[in-house]
Each structure stands twice: as C-alpha cells, then as structure tokens.
C-alpha cells in the first residue's frame, strides 16, 4: 500500500450536497474541519476526501467535465489509495494531521453529484477525516501517513 500522495485540490462549498469550488489554500481547524465549508463541525465527518484514481473510474464510463470538487469532496487526491487506510489511520496533510473516521457513506437523495453524473465513487471510495491539529492545506501539499494501527 502507498503511504503517501499528493493534494490534488482543496475544494468548498457553503451548502451540502453540491459540488464544491476549489480554493487556493484551505483553512482547517483543529475538532471543525474547513472552515467556511458545509460539512464542517464538532462531529466525525469533518473533511472528505476522494482520489483522482476513483474519479477515473467514472471518467472511464464516458462521463466528461469532471474535475476536483465535482463529488463534493474537500481535498482531492493523487498516488494513495484512500480506501484501503483504516480507520483510525493518522495522515500528514500539508500543516493538519487528519485521523480516518470513515470509509464512505451512504449517498443521501436528491445528491447533485448523482444527478449530474450519473454515479457517485463517493459513498465507496471516498474517506472521512476529523482534524487533530489544524493548519493550511494547499494543491502540491504531501499526504503522508503517520501511524499504522494495524
């Protein structure tokens, strides 16, 4: 398994469920996420996270135009396999250190992204993160896995 990659692009949205807007450096806070973002607060799923690798799975089935932020992601990766970290994984990511929470979701109805797209790689292979020690996350950041707990 890779233990590192790179940040694609981080990306926000100030309501849920819609695609999010790449930003030139994100601003995340310890116990929150990023802030400014929906999906931001005191809970487990703070900050999502999606590989290029997974958005070139449905980029195969024919679909155009998609770019970072269009599965309403918070920070898009390259070169790691997200969802075969487990739970519990601490990452580097640019100043923050991120612990997984979780490994996809389910997709909730009415998604934007599925209307648009036709699927969603996000309820499988995109991972949640809780922030442990906040700081900025810019595009070219390394991701780096920290701790094994397996």
Not at 39 to 58: F, N, P, T, Y
Not at 119 to 134: H, N, S
């Amino acid at each position: 398994m890779n233990k590192s990659g790179v940040v694609l692009a981080v990306n926000i949205s100030e309501t849920k469920g819609v695609i999010k807007t790449p930003i030139e450096v994100g601003v995340f806070k310890e116990n929150h996420g990023l802030i400014g973002d929906a999906h931001a607060g005191d809970w487990h799923r703070q900050v999502s996270l999606l590989g290029d690798e997974s958005i070139d799975k449905i980029r195969a089935m024919g679909v155009e135009g998609l770019c970072t932020g269009k599965f309403a992601e918070n920070i898009t990766t390259k070169d790691i396999v997200l969802y075969e970290l487990p739970v519990g994984t601490k990452l580097k990511i640019g100043d923050t250190i991120q612990e997984v929470t979780q490994i996809g979701k389910k997709c909730h109805a009415g998604c934007a992204i599925k209307a648009q797209v036709g699927d969603c790689v996000m309820p499988r292979e995109g991972i949640f993160t809780k922030i442990l020690k906040g700081g900025e996350v810019r595009p070219g950041d390394k991701i780096e896995v920290i701790e094994d707990l397996d």
